[in-house]
């Protein structure tokens, strides 16, 4: 009876026998590679189109966006018919009602997503800091279709069927918790460790943003730490921040250190604290191989060749955008190293020390990458004008 009974369960010496059972996904079969360029801060952008219509639009790649949008000018110019709504979406300078272009197209070369309803924002503001057309946000409502890898080495996406996705070597698998947006936990360390979940937000040209609230209740910093007035802009505007440097920052197994942070008045919530402590942006993100894999539920990262890159510890005060085609000076934070040169508000950059390019893109990542003395040639009053600048440095 003993024997019949181990025969059965395929434990006699010499018997290898298994009964298990999984149903497997069928594997992510590879759809399109799309590429993208770069704009300061790591932020993507891919041109797309929308239904019948030719002409490329310029879209931003956004995981921390919960829907997929179009500018209002946009919307306007292509005549769609729109649907008011009774949902808001809410930013860090704003919250606002939106009206919907509903059941539109999104096209790209090998890939056709349909059925998406786009939500109307405008990003006037947006085109202006970062000096081309932005049409509109690809968000949730696209990315949770498709695995999507993102390859910052090669500026490419590749999208791929829902399935098993084979990831490489190298890397490190990601679960954070989901609604729309993705909230990855990490920890920070500077007068002290704490662990917080932050937004997982290719959309944000920074390292991290944090809300004022986490920062204050986990005594993250001591007291004494130095702060830098500063200013970013989102949905509603532009938002007054500071800015510091935090000792070290770990995801999963990765650590970097000396890390730029800003820090910010959540006056809207979007953070939602302290369910979250903010925000982990691309400047950080495009350090790794991303792969996106919402279907599933999990986020696959792998350093590549920008992991060890310096960070941004330039400090100006000056804000500069593209208004009718000139490069202007409009925000200067008092006291800062902008103001102390000299510069006004209306000044026309024609030119950082010797690049004449005029390329609003080209002039940030100078200003980015400079510490100590900077030459500016600006048009004041329709005359020329250089000014000196000590751009400094917010480690120190």
Do not use: W
């Amino acid at each position: 009876m003993l024997r019949r009974l181990l025969l059965a369960i395929g434990l006699v010496s010499g018997l290898n026998g298994f009964s298990q059972e999984e149903f497997i996904a069928p594997e992510c079969q590879l759809i399109t590679r799309i590429h993208f360029y770069q704009l300061s801060g790591g932020i993507i952008i891919v041109k797309a189109q929308l239904d019948q219509f030719k002409d490329s639009l310029n879209f931003v790649f956004d995981t921390g966006s919960g829907g997929i949008s179009l500018d209002s000018a946009t919307a306007a110019g292509l005549q769609l018919p729109l649907s008011k709504s009774e949902k808001t979406i809410r930013g860090i300078a704003g919250i606002r009602n939106v009206e919907f272009a509903e059941n539109h197209q999104l096209s790209f070369p090998g890939l056709r997503s349909e059925n998406l309803d786009f939500h109307i924002n405008d990003y006037e503001l947006l085109t202006s800091v970062y000096g081309i057309r932005i049409d509109g946000i690809i968000g949730y409502s696209f990315i949770r279709r498709y695995v999507i890898r993102i390859d910052y080495d090669e500026n490419m996406l590749e999208i791929y069927t829902p399935g098993t996705f084979r990831y490489p070597k190298g890397g490190y698998l990601l679960r954070p918790s989901f609604t729309t947006l993705p909230r990855q936990m990490a920890q920070l360390e500077d007068s002290r460790k704490v662990n917080t979940r932050l937004i997982f937000d290719s959309g944000a040209g920074l390292c991290f943003l944090l809300s004022r609230d986490f920062i204050e209740d986990s005594s993250l910093f001591k007291t004494k730490k130095k702060f830098f007035p500063t200013q970013a802009e989102g949905l509603g505007g532009k938002k007054q921040m500071e800015l510091t440097v935090i000792k070290s920052v770990k995801i999963g197994p990765f650590r970097f250190r000396n890390v730029p942070v800003h820090i910010f008045d959540d006056n809207y919530n979007i953070t939602s604290y302290p369910t979250l402590g903010g925000i982990m942006g691309n400047d950080l993100l495009r350090r790794f191989n991303v792969i996106l894999n919402y279907p599933q539920q999990t986020i696959h990262i792998r350093p590549n060749r920008h992991f060890n890159e310096q960070f941004d510890y330039s400090y100006t005060g000056l804000g500069i955008y593209l208004i009718d085609g000139e490069i202007k000076v409009i925000d200067i934070v008092k006291d800062s190293p902008g103001d102390k040169a000299g510069f006004k508000n209306g000044d026309i950059i024609f030119a950082v020390e010797s690049n004449f390019s005029k390329n609003i893109q080209t002039y940030k990542n100078l200003f980015q990458n400079a510490i100590g003395k900077i030459k500016v040639v600006v048009f004041r009053n329709e005359a020329p004008l250089v000014l000196t600048m000590e751009v400094k440095d917010i480690r120190r």
